[in-house]
């Protein structure tokens, strides 16, 4: 079945460590690839998107994200994060035919002062 | 633009109770879905239509919840009777036609059954 792995549930990081969210996705076709935030208490909002072309993403707030397409992953960074990162990020993916996305989990990330 | 509307915001009701959830997607935007999040079990997505027809309902968790569709401005989420293990936050979303694919989320129900 397809689905999208995210092995990190929690992740602690001071303010201006560098972060690294992994994700991973099972399908061996075409895929198209996101990344959401959620805010403490917001909605979920796109960070960045993958649909062909440069697999080095670049989203907004100073994320980016790089597509591994050997690898199935689409693992998202940020070189110094802030305490406003503090959030919940989620992967999803997209196969061929229909507008259906497929999430993970989530990892949860708090960024201390 | 205003965004996805969700109403209402918050809903607390007695189990056995009927809960109607509501939402307006952004003009314009042909598909729609239904989310429902929990701790223990995430993002899960419940069905989502497209140009007003439902497409995918296999998300729904049993013939309690039923979700319609009438115009492409209103969507509604019925859960008849309530249980307390339906306690979620209910996210609508909406995404416009062509190859785009985003979806953009509306700000959510949080309902609670007792």
């Known amino acids: 079945a397809q689905s999208v792995s995210q092995h990190n549930h929690h992740v602690i990081l001071s303010e201006a460590a560098s972060l690294e969210l992994g994700c991973n996705y099972s399908?061996?076709?075409?895929?198209?690839l996101f990344w959401y935030v959620q805010y403490p208490g917001q909605h979920l909002q796109l960070l960045l998107k993958?649909?062909?072309?440069?697999?080095l993403v670049k989203g907004i707030k100073g994320f980016e994200a790089e597509f591994i397409k050997s690898k199935f992953s689409f693992n998202l960074r940020k070189p110094s994060v802030q305490w406003s990162d503090t959030a919940e990020y989620f992967c999803?993916?997209?196969?061929?035919?229909?507008?259906?996305?497929?999430f993970g989990t989530g990892t949860q990330l708090k960024v201390e002062l | 633009d205003a965004g996805v509307i969700q109403s209402p915001r918050h809903e607390v009701t007695e189990m056995g109770q009927e809960v109607t959830l509501r939402c307006k997607p952004i003009?314009?935007?042909?598909?729609l879905f239904w989310y429902r999040q929990t701790m223990m079990r995430g993002l899960e997505l419940l069905i989502y239509?497209?140009?007003?027809?439902?497409?995918?309902d296999s998300g729904m968790p049993e013939d309690r919840f039923s979700a319609k569709m009438p115009n492409a401005s209103f969507s509604t989420l019925k859960i008849q009777p309530s249980e307390p293990r339906d306690s979620a936050v209910y996210f609508c979303?909406?995404?416009?036609?062509?190859?785009?694919?985003?979806?953009?989320f509306g700000p959510g129900t949080r309902l609670t059954v007792t």
């Open positions: 003009s314009g935007h042909n598909s």
């Open positions: 399908y061996g076709g075409t895929v198209n």
């Open positions: 999803a993916f997209r196969t061929g035919g229909g507008n259906k996305l497929t």
């Open positions: 239509f497209n140009n007003n027809v439902p497409i995918d």
């Open positions: 993958y649909f062909s072309g440069d697999p």
């Open positions: 979303a909406s995404s416009p036609s062509g190859f785009s694919y985003e979806q953009y």
